[in-house]
């Protein structure tokens, strides 16, 4: 299975990014796909979790601001991201699994991209 990311950039405070990451491989068929983000330093925290059939969290602090969307059938996930802050500034990873639950941890991912840099200046 892999996961290929791509979309990250450089942008300016209040601007908008659009990330996208596609699956393939064999026959996983990554009901669950999830946006993760690692700034410097600091721990990988989750963004987003996407299901089947429009099943979709947020992160408290991306809610209202970026908003996530999966085609299903292109095993691909979308992550828009408006008002991007500094504090957004970070890389961002795609992680998928099988199954129904919208899981918010590093540990339930089993498969992860190689993962896009975001920054945004002040």
């Known amino acids: 299975v892999q996961l290929q990311a791509s979309g990250g950039g450089v942008v300016q405070t209040g601007d908008s990014l659009r990330l996208s990451c596609t699956a393939s491989?064999?026959?996983?068929?990554?009901?669950?796909m999830a946006w993760f983000r690692q700034a410097p330093g600091k721990e990988r925290e989750f963004v987003s979790a996407?299901?089947?059939?429009?099943?979709?969290t947020y992160a408290d602090s991306v809610r209202g601001r970026f908003t996530a969307n999966k085609d299903d059938a292109a095993k691909t996930v979308y992550l828009q991201m408006n008002s991007l802050q500094p504090e957004d500034t970070a890389k961002y990873y795609c992680?998928?699994?099988?199954?129904?639950?919208?899981?918010?941890?590093?540990?339930?991912?089993?498969?992860w991209g190689q993962g896009t840099l975001v920054t945004v200046s002040s």
């Open positions: 996407l299901g089947r059939r429009g099943m979709r």
């Open positions: 491989g064999g026959a996983f068929s990554a009901d669950i």
């Open positions: 992680a998928a699994r099988d199954g129904s639950v919208l899981y918010r941890v590093v540990e339930r991912y089993p498969y």
